[in-house]
Nanobody
Framework: QVQLVESGGGLVQTGGSLRLSCAASGRTFETLTMGWFRQVPGKEREFVAGISWRRGSTTPYYADSVKGRFTISRDNAKNTMYLQMNSLKPEDTADYYC???????????????????WGQGTQVTVAS
């Protein structure tokens, strides 16, 4: 079982930036595909970004709504994943969740059912 802890959420003005972190423990981090999701009350949890690692190479992928504004990265030596969020918009307001998948799908892992461990979430609020 993987334990995931997010941090870095908060309140920011439109156009501002935040960096979320996700610290993982309980399994060899480099074997995990990692992802960020977000959820607002009354809506389904939606994919934001994911990153896989294989043979020394990382592969990031993004939801269309955040491409060009968000950057996902990972530091396998620190067992940590990051989400740099720039040019934030009010519609980015949500609870953000870190997730890990112990199954290798070959990239493009975007469905919540493909992830088997989740963090507790961190709140991001973008004020207009």
């Amino acid at each position: 079982q993987v334990q995931l802890v997010e941090s870095g959420g908060g309140l920011v003005q439109t156009g501002g930036s935040l960096r979320l972190s996700c610290a993982a423990s309980g399994r060899t981090f480099e074997t995990l595909t990692m992802g960020w999701f977000r959820q607002v009350p009354g809506k389904e949890r939606e994919f934001v970004a994911g990153i896989s690692w294989r043979r020394g190479s990382t592969t990031p992928y993004y939801a269309d709504s955040v491409k060009g504004r968000f950057t996902i990265s990972r530091d396998n030596a620190k067992n940590t994943m990051y989400l740099q969020m720039n040019s934030l918009k009010p519609e980015d307001t949500a609870d953000y969740y870190c997730a890990s998948s112990s199954t290798w799908y070959g990239g493009g892992v975007q469905r919540t059912t493909q992830y088997d461990s989740w963090g507790q979430g961190t709140q991001v609020t973008v004020a207009s």
